[in-house]
């Protein structure tokens, strides 16, 4: 809007500059009624033209974006079961499990299984398949080959409404869908009610910044200013209410303050600490908390165990940040199991 406002009013200086020059010119013999009447022409015309190059502009950009479309509209529709799941805790499990991404091997027959109720990091290098191998716990990727299994029954065998009830996501940029500030937090397959709502509120932090909207969790989202950071407490709110068997945090803690991060670690460890959960590690303290540690490395697991004994290796140092010590790690819920 700003630059639209200055390009007009740009315009508009040009045309009076432009007839007061050939008014003057005019007053002193020098040009003719007629070529005045030109010179306005002139830059009536210039000024059309810069409208009909911002309408190519807008054009060009309108087909570039319908062209991102078609590629969305032409992926084939995810196609689920109608099994519900038995009786468990979360239990994961992948079999000889293989992801290519633009046409090349990301994840290589990986075995691995991690028990119920376990709380897992999962560590690597920028391209190692991290948040790959978080995708493939709830279907957002597919293997191209092998299965994945939660508690014992194929992923691809269970119903959409039963696997989303099962798997709950935290993003660390998470989209915010509903006509209330209450409604982005209770939005799922299930709508809890607005208790379980506050409480996620209160584990994720969001609670008190809600309090002070001037209709608390009723505020329309529209009219609620939050901030990144609030945001992304919002997405966890929007986890914690939803979640069932595992919960699966992709790169939520880089993005939280130092106290954030151990609110949440404890509300994982504590109140979520009946469900398997795993998290994308970048910080050395995140993994510290885990019970275990997946460290992906050339398609497939480098080493697993916990994070103090991984610490050890230099290269598993180096994956953190500088600045980042060694913490000690809860007692471990369960082995966990893998081979590339």
């Given at each position: 809007m700003?630059?639209?406002?200055?390009?007009?009013l740009l315009v508009a200086m040009?045309?009076?500059?432009?007839?007061?020059?050939?008014?003057?010119m005019l007053a002193s013999g020098r040009i003719s009624a007629g070529q005045m009447l030109a010179a306005g022409q002139y830059v009536f015309l210039a000024?059309?033209?810069r409208s009909v190059t911002g309408i190519m502009a807008q054009l060009t950009s309108s087909r570039a974006a319908a062209q991102r479309l078609v590629e969305v509209l032409e992926q084939a529709p995810v196609k689920y079961g109608r099994h519900r799941?038995?009786?468990?805790?979360?239990?994961?499990?992948?079999?000889?499990?293989?992801?290519?991404?633009g046409g090349e091997i990301v994840l290589d027959r990986l075995d691995l299984?991690?028990?119920?109720?376990?709380?897992?990091?999962?560590?690597?290098r920028s391209g190692s398949g991290k948040s790959l191998l978080a995708g493939l716990v709830g279907r957002l990727v597919d293997p191209d080959e092998g299965e994945v299994l939660l508690d014992g029954m194929p992923l691809g065998e269970l119903s959409r409404r039963e696997l989303r009830r099962a798997v709950g996501y935290g993003?660390?940029?998470?989209?915010?869908?509903?006509?209330?500030?209450?409604?982005a937090i209770a939005f799922g397959v299930d709508t809890p009610p607005i208790g379980q709502v506050e409480d996620a509120a209160c584990a994720a932090r969001a609670?008190?910044?809600?309090?002070?909207?001037p209709e608390r969790y009723d505020t329309p989202l529209t009219e609620a200013p939050m901030s990144g950071g609030e945001v992304q407490r919002m997405g966890l709110a929007r986890t914690f209410a939803h979640a069932g068997r595992v919960v699966v945090l992709d790169d939520v803690a880089a993005s939280l303050d130092t106290v954030t991060?151990?609110?949440?670690?404890?509300?994982?460890?504590?109140?979520?600490?009946?469900r398997t959960r795993l998290i994308v590690a970048h910080r050395a303290s995140t993994a510290a908390r885990a019970d275990a540690v997946i460290w992906l490395d050339r398609r497939g697991v480098r080493a697993m165990g916990p994070h103090g004994e991984l610490w050890r290796d230099p290269e598993y140092r180096s994956l953190f940040a500088p600045d980042e010590g060694l913490t000690p790690e809860p007692e471990p819920a369960g082995a966990i199991v893998a081979g590339a």
């Amino acid at each position: 809007m700003r630059i639209t406002a200055q390009d007009a009013l740009l315009v508009a200086m040009l045309e009076i500059f432009v007839i007061g020059v050939a008014g003057i010119m005019l007053a002193s013999g020098r040009i003719s009624a007629g070529q005045m009447l030109a010179a306005g022409q002139y830059v009536f015309l210039a000024a059309s033209l810069r409208s009909v190059t911002g309408i190519m502009a807008q054009l060009t950009s309108s087909r570039a974006a319908a062209q991102r479309l078609v590629e969305v509209l032409e992926q084939a529709p995810v196609k689920y079961g109608r099994h519900r799941l038995p009786e468990g805790r979360g239990k994961l499990e992948l079999r000889a499990v293989t992801v290519r991404s633009g046409g090349e091997i990301v994840l290589d027959r990986l075995d691995l299984v991690i028990p119920a109720g376990a709380l897992v990091a999962v560590v690597g290098r920028s391209g190692s398949g991290k948040s790959l191998l978080a995708g493939l716990v709830g279907r957002l990727v597919d293997p191209d080959e092998g299965e994945v299994l939660l508690d014992g029954m194929p992923l691809g065998e269970l119903s959409r409404r039963e696997l989303r009830r099962a798997v709950g996501y935290g993003f660390a940029r998470p989209a915010l869908f509903g006509d209330t500030v209450g409604d982005a937090i209770a939005f799922g397959v299930d709508t809890p009610p607005i208790g379980q709502v506050e409480d996620a509120a209160c584990a994720a932090r969001a609670d008190g910044f809600i309090r002070l909207l001037p209709e608390r969790y009723d505020t329309p989202l529209t009219e609620a200013p939050m901030s990144g950071g609030e945001v992304q407490r919002m997405g966890l709110a929007r986890t914690f209410a939803h979640a069932g068997r595992v919960v699966v945090l992709d790169d939520v803690a880089a993005s939280l303050d130092t106290v954030t991060e151990h609110h949440i670690s404890r509300v994982l460890t504590r109140a979520l600490g009946d469900r398997t959960r795993l998290i994308v590690a970048h910080r050395a303290s995140t993994a510290a908390r885990a019970d275990a540690v997946i460290w992906l490395d050339r398609r497939g697991v480098r080493a697993m165990g916990p994070h103090g004994e991984l610490w050890r290796d230099p290269e598993y140092r180096s994956l953190f940040a500088p600045d980042e010590g060694l913490t000690p790690e809860p007692e471990p819920a369960g082995a966990i199991v893998a081979g590339a």
